[in-house]
């Protein structure tokens, strides 16, 4: 029972600091597509401790399908300092360290 009381709490935990991402993403000045990237990123950073992705798989979750398009948004991601790119072959970004701060 124990267990389950603290899955339950850590899970109540996240919700609220999902909501707050949420509402902070909401508050950027990014476009559509960029705010659903960042949302990406952070829901793997709360919840499966995962804050970098390969851009393949970003790609996955968008209506996008150019690795083009979603470079240039990834880029201004990082230009405004919600993303860092941590690997170029094969490419990947995570959540900034800033943006990680605003998130604990």
């Not at 705010?35 to 390969?54: C, D, N, P, T």
């Amino acid at each position: 029972m124990k267990g389950q009381e603290s899955i339950i709490e850590m899970l109540n935990q996240n919700i609220v600091k999902l909501e707050f991402a949420f509402q902070y993403i909401k508050d950027c000045s990014l476009t559509e597509i960029e705010s659903e990237i960042l949302s990406i990123y952070v829901q793997g950073y709360i919840f499966a401790e995962r804050s970098h992705m390969k851009d393949s798989e970003i790609l996955e979750y968008l209506p996008i399908k150019s690795k083009l398009t979603l470079k240039k948004h990834l880029d201004s991601l990082v230009d405004k300092n919600y993303l860092q790119q941590i690997s170029k072959r094969p490419s990947q970004h995570s959540l900034s360290e800033f943006l990680k701060g605003e998130f604990e």
